[in-house]
């Protein structure tokens, strides 16, 4: 889930202010984590405080999105999650937002098994983010970090990612018909994120190779980052700058979360 904030975190400045080429500073002090971490460390939250087989995740997910959402309420969510995040009765409300898979990595790196990620990836979802390609594109998300971390090739976890989306167009394609930050929503940006992750050469080229393609930069960052972390892993002097960013009650659950999942992947 690293791979996911700090691919959030870089995006931060180009969201609203694209720039559709490689060449740029990668972290500089004018970066800032934004909703798309926040939600992140929420999902990992919810799978640590979650029982050993899950059956509760859904209930979880919802209390740690809530709860950890209200710390940080000014980090760019969407109106209709706001009104979700402070109700009293969080309903899911057919939203199929990118934010299904930009909060979804935790998920990918929890999962023993591609069918475990589905099933982990839908608990997650469907408390707010219910419509069809909202659970579809955090599917995929997760589904292709697990693919990663399986060892699998590009051309395996292509061709699984093709049965959800079509990934013709290119990066360069991409570029060229950049017109803004576009629509918020899985059906754009998953085509996105996963063009610069086939596309990648490492994890920083395929986070720059987001940043490029304009749009809304942090979350196909996170998206593509979150893979690419499971396929790369992050450089160490990418992973030391982390701290630089978060406040400590994020970067405890980043902490708490890699030795959880550490653990867990052990017991496999």
């Given at each position: 889930?690293?791979?996911?904030?700090?691919?959030?975190?870089?995006?931060?400045?180009?969201?609203?202010?694209?720039?559709?080429?490689?060449?740029?500073?990668?972290?500089?002090?004018?970066?800032?984590?934004?909703?798309?971490?926040?939600?992140?460390?929420?999902?990992?939250?919810?799978?640590?405080?979650?029982?050993?087989?899950?059956?509760?995740?859904?209930?979880?997910?919802?209390?740690?999105?809530?709860?950890?959402?209200?710390?940080?309420?000014?980090?760019?969510?969407?109106?209709?999650?706001?009104?979700?995040?402070?109700?009293?009765?969080?309903?899911?409300?057919?939203?199929?937002?990118?934010?299904?898979?930009?909060?979804?990595?935790?998920?990918?790196?929890?999962?023993?098994?591609?069918?475990?990620?589905?099933?982990?990836?839908?608990?997650?979802?469907?408390v707010s983010h219910d419509h069809p390609e909202g659970m579809k594109g955090a599917e995929a998300a997760a589904v292709a970090i697990v693919m990663a971390r399986q060892g699998r090739t590009k051309e395996e976890i292509r061709a699984e990612m093709e049965k959800y989306y079509d990934l013709s167009t290119t990066v360069e394609q991409y570029r060229k018909s950049w017109n803004g930050h576009g629509?918020?929503?899985?059906?754009?940006?998953?085509?996105?994120?996963?063009?610069?992750?086939?596309?990648?050469?490492?994890?920083?080229?395929?986070?720059?190779?987001?940043?490029?393609?304009?749009?809304?930069?942090?979350?196909?960052?996170?998206?593509?980052?979150?893979?690419?972390?499971?396929?790369?892993?992050?450089?160490?002097?990418?992973?030391?700058?982390?701290?630089?960013?978060?406040?400590?009650?994020?970067?405890?659950?980043?902490?708490?979360?890699?030795?959880?999942?550490?653990?867990?992947?052990?017991?496999?």
């Open positions: 889930m690293i791979g996911a904030i700090i691919g959030d975190i870089v995006g931060s400045r180009f969201e609203f202010h694209n720039y559709l080429d490689k060449d740029f500073e990668f972290l500089t002090p004018r970066c800032r984590f934004t909703d798309d971490t926040v939600m992140t460390c929420a999902v990992a939250q919810a799978l640590m405080d979650s029982a050993p087989d899950f059956s509760d995740l859904s209930e979880k997910a919802v209390a740690a999105m809530q709860r950890i959402g209200r710390m940080y309420p000014n980090c760019g969510y969407g109106a209709r999650f706001v009104h979700w995040m402070f109700s009293d009765d969080p309903q899911p409300y057919n939203s199929c937002g990118n934010g299904s898979a930009m909060r979804v990595s935790p998920v990918g790196f929890a999962a023993r098994s591609v069918g475990e990620a589905k099933a982990l990836s839908a608990a997650v979802t469907r629509r918020e929503i899985c059906q754009v940006s998953l085509p996105q994120a996963l063009a610069c992750f086939f596309e990648g050469e490492s994890y920083e080229d395929v986070i720059r190779s987001c940043i490029s393609v304009g749009g809304d930069s942090d979350t196909i960052a996170a998206i593509a980052g979150g893979v690419a972390e499971a396929f790369y892993g992050v450089p160490e002097s990418i992973r030391a700058r982390l701290g630089d960013y978060l406040p400590e009650p994020l970067a405890q659950i980043c902490a708490d979360f890699a030795g959880w999942a550490g653990e867990r992947e052990a017991k496999t």
